[in-house]
């Protein structure tokens, strides 16, 4: 399994700057971790930035996260430590020392292995029509048009 790094939030934190946080992620499918730090403990809320950008559209800016998410309402993710990282499952925050590694991702990415037509693809170049291959420090041929 691996980790995926995730986007922290705070849930005492206003809405206002979160939103330019979440607009500016790389993908609409990463991981957002609000955290809700109570007396005895953390707690974690675990959801993609596309949920929490639907949920924050018609929210003020000063509404604190944890009133727009509505976190009462949601459910808890358990943190797990890196040993329990094999047996845990997707969407379980990773910590460390108190610290956010980031949430164990749903699956591992696959690239298909490069069939034989593909290697043979690779292999011959058509893009030059006269049989010359076109480098990239050849200069293309000058028209005196």
């Keep these: ?44 809320h675990v959801f993609d930035v596309a949920g929490v950008q639907a949920a924050l559209t018609n929210v003020l800016s000063a509404t604190r996260l944890s009133e727009a998410l509505e976190l009462g309402g949601q459910s808890l993710r358990e943190p797990v430590s890196m040993a329990e990282v094999p047996a845990a499952p997707p969407g379980a925050p990773v910590v460390d020392n108190g610290r956010l590694l980031g949430v164990i991702a749903s699956d591992k990415p696959e690239y298909p292995e490069p069939t034989e037509a593909d290697l043979a693809k690779a292999g011959s170049d058509d893009s030059a029509a006269d049989g010359r291959k076109r480098g990239f420090w050849r200069r293309g041929a000058r028209s005196d048009g």
């Design 1 to 44: 399994m691996r980790i995926e790094k995730a986007i922290v939030l705070k849930a005492a934190d206003p809405v206002g700057p979160m939103r330019l946080q979440l607009l500016t992620a790389a993908s609409n499918k990463l991981p957002v971790v609000v955290i809700d730090q109570t007396a005895d403990a953390a707690a974690y």
